[in-house]
């Protein structure tokens, strides 16, 4: 008890002396602000004090079956979301492996001289919203605690790490008879699950496959609502439980972590699996491996953006290219999909287009992915927002700020990392202590 009364005492003290005199509610918040973390560094002093035993056994057992004997108490820092703190803690050492251990970093997750998981967790958490340079100085301004941008890359780059750490768990588990089976059994399975893949560019250096590279970028959902009853109409579905996922690498090693996820929200399993995507062959060859028994579709607002460039193609005047694309997207709103391509043959033949002919054999490609009026009618999300959601927070928000040009690892590990907290699944990280 005497520390605490030492610590009101010291409050007192501290409001009388710097408190008194201030004038306005911003110095008052300020100050008291600095007086807070004063008081929260000392009573994690107290608290992390009253762990360590007053008179430390002689020995403890060591990891090795020898016994290790206690050398002397050190003195650590650590850097916590209050401040530095200095605390000691007994040290044992082993005669026999010489390995050194203090059982109190171990009992209450210390880290000798480093940041600890709480302030690690937070100090990532502003490096995946913005730069590392401003994230640091916003981070100072408010907790009152300074780290440098390469302490902020090293943690946010540390909780992608754990990303991936997760990712690889899944990768076993989804390639394991057993777990399936285990997963069969257990029953409960999605209704409807939906799932996209996009990709972004992202500007990558180094002496290797430097440039714009694509960001691969998966997403699976749940979504309620349903879609207007015309192209012009307003849209009102609502995604939800979104789970992210993104890596930069070639599409064959990016389809083992597409099956990981899937897997982990039981897609395999699912009543009715639903891809989205644009025209990429790649994401329709991940599909198609992956899940033959899906649904696919072709994102609406791909396919209709195809129709514009045939228009200009055709037509000098604007009405007359505006009108034809209304008309081609009510056909293809209603699901004459086949009426759309004999309309583009045709102009292709009168006006020898490529454009024209690259349209075409793109609708004729994915004809069976815009069934739209079938898809519609059975209450299915035909656009890919979720996933377009996704490139732009992840790509533009933050891996495509001003500037940018990534080490390609640490645009792995930060994209990873942003996906985590974007998808609600920060806090369930595993942080080493």
Known sequence: MKNITEIAEAVATLVETQLDEIMTLSEIERTTKHLMQKIGAEVSKIVITRRQPQYPEPYMACACGAKANYIRDRTVNLYTILGKIEVERAYYLCPTCHKGVCPLDEQLGLRPN??????ERLVALTGVQIPFGKGSMLFEELTLITVSDQTMGKASRHMGECVVKQEEQLKQQANDPTYLQQQKQEGAAPLRLYGAIDAVKVNIRGEKEAGWRDLKLGAWFEACGKPPTSPEGQWSIQAENIDYFADLCPANEFSPLVWATAVQRKAQLARELILLGDGAEWIWNIVS??????????????????????????FVDEGQRSQWVAQQRKQMWEGKIEA???????????HASAVIDKAANYFETHKTRMRYAYFRSQGYQIGSGTIESAAKQIGMMRMKVPGARWNEENAILVAKARAAFLSNRWDDLPLAV
């Not at 579709?297 to 193609?313: C, G, T």
């Not at 759309?340 to 009168?350: D, K, N, Q």
């Open 114 to 119: 480093a940041l600890s998981c709480e302030l």
């Open 340 to 350: 759309v391509i004999a309309t583009c043959r045709t102009l292709a033949e009168t």
């Open 289 to 314: 491996e992956n899940f033959p028994q899906a649904i696919q579709i072709l994102d609406w607002f791909h396919a209709s953006e195809h129709l514009m460039p045939v228009a200009q193609a055709a």
